[in-house]
């Protein structure tokens, strides 16, 4: 999108760097930013963005989106997931394998990418882990990765088999590329539908006790220690994952983790009602698991937030809690649900660093990865690309379900008044949303 790409000047707002803000404007020109600085001068012709009162950061990285297609073009297709995507201010999509057919092939990779032409967001493929997901065989990891796939993932299941795993470590070190398990040990979580809990008895529906996740956890860093291969954990979700990453980190083992936005923000008592929007895996959590992600995050323990974006279309969703698919939207949502959940734990200059720079280094795309100009995550300095989303911290505004730009509604915010609102987002140097519109 950078060809063609007009003069863009961001006036008025605080560029966020390093988790700081300072007042400075941001002059785009040719998809790179031509400078930063203090009252810069506006070329005949450019297009001015104003900033006022806002946050001006990189663009927003997801390393953990569903976008459905190939195979559930009724809940989300590549299109309407990255106009969501532009929407919540993001850049830079990374889109999971659990398609149909799944994302183990070159050709599947191929055809992602061919849909993906022409979004106003960069969309990066995960690739399986196993032969269909089906944990048995591996996938075709280095023709994968010699296709440029960083990250493999068999998302929605954890690889069950140990030794399995060991092999697909020990393969993707030499390769040079990361796998990012789905912790759910499959054997403790059959049948549940809910976090195992007080609610869950109160509710008469089974659980999944938190020893699901915190088992393969602790299995997978005993095969990291092993192997000394790097490893991605996805959406952790408990106080005793947490305490496990943090010791594994303390050991120097090559970890990294994320937390997304519903499970810093919403608890197990959500599901009082049975309503299946607040169905999700893994399960939204108690309090107390709450509050140690949220203290996770500020103390820098958990890496990035993502928000595994997991679209269902109303007929999925419209089902008894114990039988309706796990999941939610979250991309349009994400950056404000995370500022307001962490209000009081951090600064909103800090989760967008985790938005940011964080997961754009886990997936390989950042400034250690790329060349300046076609970088993802910041920071937004002279030469660097002109990926941008402006934030504005005050905006209120309540969700409407029917609005979203996803073809699905299942959103556990529905007619939740949010502060703090995405204004403008700049995709290689070409202004997508502006006033929080689509204008692509």
Known sequence: MAEGAPSVVVRGGKVVSGGRARRADVALEGGVVAAVGPDLAVPPGAVVLDAGGCLVSAGLVDIHAHLREPGAEEAETVASACRAAALGGFTAVV???????????????????????????????????????????????????????????????????????????????????????????????????????????????????????????????????????????????????????????????????????HHLALSDAAVAGYDPVFKVNPPLRPEADVEALRRAVAAGTLDAIATDHAPHPPEAKDLPFDQAPPGMLGLETALAVSVNALSG???????????????????????????????????VVAGAAAHLCVFDPAASWTVDPASLASRSANTPFARTTLVGRVRHTVFAGTPVVVDAELVC
């Open 95 to 261: 889109a999971m394998p659990n398609t149909d057919p799944p994302i183990d092939s070159a050709s599947v990779v191929a055809d992602v990418r061919a849909l993906a032409a022409g979004a106003p967001c960069e969309v990066l493929v995960a690739g399986a882990i196993t032969l269909g997901r089906k944990g048995e065989r591996l996938a075709p990891l280095r023709e994968l990765a010699m296709l440029g796939v960083r990250l493999f993932t068999d998302d929605g299941t954890g690889v069950q088999d140990g030794g399995l795993l060991l092999r697909a470590l020990e393969y993707a070190q030499g390769l040079g590329v990361v796998l990012a398990e789905h912790c759910e040990d499959a054997s403790l979580s059959a049948g549940g539908c809910m976090h195992e809990g007080a609610w869950s008895s109160l509710l008469g529906l089974p659980g999944i006790p938190a020893a699901a996740e915190e088992a393969m956890l602790a299995r997978d860093l005993a095969l990291v220690a092993q192997t000394g291969a790097p490893m991605h954990f996805l959406h952790l979700s408990t106080a005793g994952s947490v305490e496990l990453f943090a010791a594994a980190r303390a050991r120097g083992l090559p970890v990294t983790a994320e937390v997304t936005p």
């Open 345 to 379: 734990y951090c600064s909103a200059e800090r989760v967008l660093a985790k938005m940011t720079a964080a997961p754009a280094a886990i997936a390989g795309v950042s400034v250690a990865g790329r060349p300046a100009a076609s970088a993802q995550g910041g920071p």
